[in-house]
């Protein structure tokens, strides 16, 4: 277990591995639906959009292994099932039956509900002074918040 994390009260661990894994399990959802969105958008905006779900669930499967190796810092176990993920999440999966504009409508909400939900971990681990987890919460909160600006751009 790693420094910090050995030191942070069990109480206090277990509020800090549940925000994470709600983050995981969230990301999780939303990477899968930003690929399947990349592989089934159509549209005038083809190319950008294309470019730009792709950026999303790169850089979201990357994200998904930071909030995991965190958990793991604590020696608790990191989820991997697509189906305790889907109980969990605020996020819901997609069949990628959407026009682009939806399409774009529903990953900005989506990376809206993934900067909350980090938002949240974030305090959480500040009050415990989990400053690891703060600062990767914080870090990716960045991401969300610019991801959600890029789409809410393509609908004005």
Do not use: C
């Not at 277990?1 to 277990?14: D, N």
């Not at 930003?34 to 950026?55: C, D, I, R, Y």
Request: overall charge negative; charged content about 25%.
């Amino acid at each position: 277990m790693g420094l910090v994390a050995a030191k942070i009260e069990p109480a206090a661990k277990e509020d800090i591995v549940n925000g994470l894994t709600q983050a995981l399990a969230e990301t999780n959802i939303e990477t899968l639906k930003a690929q399947n969105f990349h592989w089934n958008v159509t549209g005038m905006s083809f190319g950008p959009l294309h470019e730009l779900f792709q950026k999303i669930y790169e850089d979201h499967f990357e994200g998904q292994d930071l909030l995991a190796e965190r958990i793991k810092a604590f020696d608790a176990h990191a989820e991997g099932r697509y189906s305790v993920f889907l109980e969990r999440s605020a996020i819901e999966e997609h069949d990628g039956h959407a026009d682009a504009r939806t399409m774009i409508e529903v990953l900005m909400k989506d990376q809206e509900t993934l900067s909350s939900t980090l938002s949240s971990l974030a305090q959480v681990a500040e009050e415990h002074g989990d400053w690891a987890t703060n600062d990767l919460a914080t870090g990716r909160i960045e991401i969300h918040d610019k991801f959600a600006w890029m789409l809410r751009a393509h609908l004005k």
